[in-house]
């Protein structure tokens, strides 16, 4: 089977136009599965009422303290949930940093894509108490 057959297309995420087409861009390849593996974190579970199955639980972390406990219950429920919903990755490692700046932890998945030999990694913030205050 040829790789991108497998990896498919899709709408680019966030949406954007193609400036050269002033269609939709695509994104194929690796670099869709990064992007629906990021969209699966940035999803909550539930907010898609057509399948509500999809996405992640990672607003139920978000006031808990930072124990060694939580950090392992996250990391193994990451693991988990995108190696359930992305059948196009496999060998998923989810570490997240218990260093946290600012009450944000960074969520580091590592992945191998399937039927191939491409391996990618995505660091993913994760606000514990509150969003980021912009600087003036």
Known sequence: MDERAFLGAGM???PQIDPGTGRFAVSAGTQSVRESVYLILMTNRGERWLEPEFGSQMLNYAFMD???????????????????QEPRIREVEVEVDPAAKDGCLLVSIRY????????????FPFYLNAAPEEEP
């Open 66 to 84: 930072a124990s060694p406990t939580m950090l392992r219950l996250l990391s193994d429920s990451l693991r988990d949930l995108l190696l359930r």
């Open 12 to 14: 680019k995420f966030p």
């Open 112 to 123: 191998a894509v399937a039927n191939s030999s491409t391996r990618d990694n995505l660091v």
